[in-house]
């Protein structure tokens, strides 16, 4: 008997969109497209960093060894350094902290990382071009996409993976917010300006001055040069050719307000120099090397009570878009991914077509083994992804002293260390065994 294909629509191409296609399209009861509004697979920006938790899940997916030829070094487990951090808002800093664990932080230029899923990607899955607007549920449970073009398509399951200002995630808030007479969900609508402003740049590493004989900190370990409202994080990339830095300015008092204004844009040398004026030489020489850096406003998301609803999904920063200061966007991207693909692996092929919910004594069910891997996704990912963002929020304001441990440094170092604790508190195989329990437990309720 002929099984209809589940047709899993990505919306967005990221990293999230990405890691997600490329084990989906292996799954021969899947049906896989990715409808990316840019004409290419891009990423903006140049740095990225993962830890070893991320690199665990490549090598279960099978992905180790491409994303090793493009990282800046080799991955390996010896324990390594996270951040050496140090104080840098006077012209005599110094250092207070280091942060390390095993396989240390394990860098990589974006385009370059991108690339490796790309490379995995079969022909046929990406359509470019493809900006979704809307999307809208029809009887049967097909979900209607229709894109800024013009043009429309159909699939069983929505998966939004369109970033932090993700048009799926503000029609679902919305159609939740209707249908359950929940008003407060319109709020979570709009990511929130964290009132910092980050700087970004790139320097050639043979145009960065050895210190003392010795070469420049950042050409040894990722640094976090640390100031009262501030922070430069600095590391290399490319094989140690480029250090890329990333340099924060925070107004706390502007937290969780509305910047309104474009949030990606060109700036002068002058005012990232002006910004950071006063600080020691070892960061400011950083600064100095880039003509043309780039500014961005920082926003992330209030965590969300939810990442699904009638076969629509969330992930990626669409779900949990946070502050970088963990350095974990992109790595709970390709976590949500990961899990979201174990469980679509085990939605029965033909039993996910049956009606979306039943009712039992008043009480709702879940009736198909599809909408039981989607709630094993959502239960498994969001208590975990909501804290990583918290968490990250919370990094940001200890980088800049503005958190409880103020300036008392035998605290906020081991404090800081504590955030990454996400990294070793499961393990990537244990979550998917979590999620496939959920999973056999909702089957077995029904
Ligand atoms: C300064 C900075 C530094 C960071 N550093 C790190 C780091 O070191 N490590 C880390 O783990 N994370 C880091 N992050 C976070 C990380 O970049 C993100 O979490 C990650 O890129 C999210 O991936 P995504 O696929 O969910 O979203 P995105 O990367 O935003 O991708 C969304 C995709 O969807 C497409 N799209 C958007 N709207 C639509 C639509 N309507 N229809 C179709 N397509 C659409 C976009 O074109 C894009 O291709 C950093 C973030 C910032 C701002």
């Not at 296609?21 to 903006?44: C, M, N, W």
């Not at 490549?58 to 140090?86: H, M, Q, T």
Request: hydrophobic share 40%.
């Amino acid at each position: 008997m002929y099984t209809p294909k589940l047709r899993v629509a990505i919306c967005g191409g990221g990293i999230g969109g990405l890691c997600l296609a490329v084990p989906l399209s292996k799954q021969a009861h899947l049906q896989v497209d990715v409808y990316e509004a840019a004409g290419r697979f891009t990423e903006i920006g140049a740095g990225l960093m993962i830890w070893s938790r991320t690199w665990r899940i490549f090598e279960l997916l099978g992905l180790a060894a491409d994303f090793a030829k493009v990282a800046d070094s080799e991955p390996n487990p010896d324990v390594g350094i996270g951040f050496n951090y140090r104080r840098s808002d006077r012209p005599q800093g110094f250092h207070w902290n280091f942060v390390s664990m095993p396989y240390g932080c394990i860098r990589f230029h974006r385009a370059h990382f991108l690339d490796v899923f790309v490379e995995h990607l079969p022909p046929g899955v990406a359509h470019f071009g493809k900006r979704l607007v809307s999307y809208e549920r029809r009887a049967g449970g097909e979900i209607g996409l229709t894109f800024a073009d013009g043009t429309h398509a159909e699939c069983d399951v929505l998966v939004g993976c369109d970033g932090i200002k993700s048009v799926v995630r503000a029609e679902l808030l919305r159609s939740k917010a209707a249908e359950d007479a929940r008003p407060e969900l319109l709020k979570l609508i709009e990511p929130k300006w964290t009132g910092t402003i980050a700087y970004r740049g790139l320097v050639p590493s043979t145009e960065i001055p050895s210190r003392n004989g010795a070469k420049h900190d950042t050409l040894a370990t990722p640094m976090m040069y640390c100031g009262q409202n501030k922070h430069i994080v600095a590391y290399s990339i490319a094989q140690g050719h480029i250090v890329n830095w990333v340099a924060f300015a925070s107004e706390p008092e502007k937290d969780d307000t509305d910047y309104g204004a474009e949030w990606v844009k060109p700036c002068s040398k002058e005012e990232v120099l002006q910004t950071f004026s006063g600080w020691e030489s070892e960061a400011v020489e950083l600064l100095e090397r880039v003509d043309n850096p780039t500014k961005w406003v920082i926003h992330h998301l209030h965590p969300l009570p939810f990442y699904v609803a009638d076969r629509v999904v969330l992930l990626g920063d669409a779900a949990h878009g946070m502050t970088p200061h963990l350095g974990a966007g992109a790595g709970q991207a390709i976590e949500d991914a990961f899990i979201l693909a174990k469980v679509l692996e085990a939605a029965a092929p033909g039993e996910y077509r049956s009606s979306l919910k039943s009712e039992k004594n008043g009480l709702h069910y879940v009736t198909s083994t599809l909408d039981a891997a989607l709630a094993a996704y959502e239960q498994t990912r969001l208590p975990v992804a909501n804290h990583v963002l918290t968490s990250a929020d919370e990094s940001g304001k200890m980088y800049e002293f503005n958190s409880p441990f103020a300036e008392k440094y035998e605290t906020l170092g081991p404090a800081i260390k504590g955030q990454w604790s996400f990294l070793t508190a499961s393990t990537p195989e244990g979550e998917v065994d979590k999620a496939m329990g959920i999973f056999q437990g909702i089957i077995q309720a029904i």
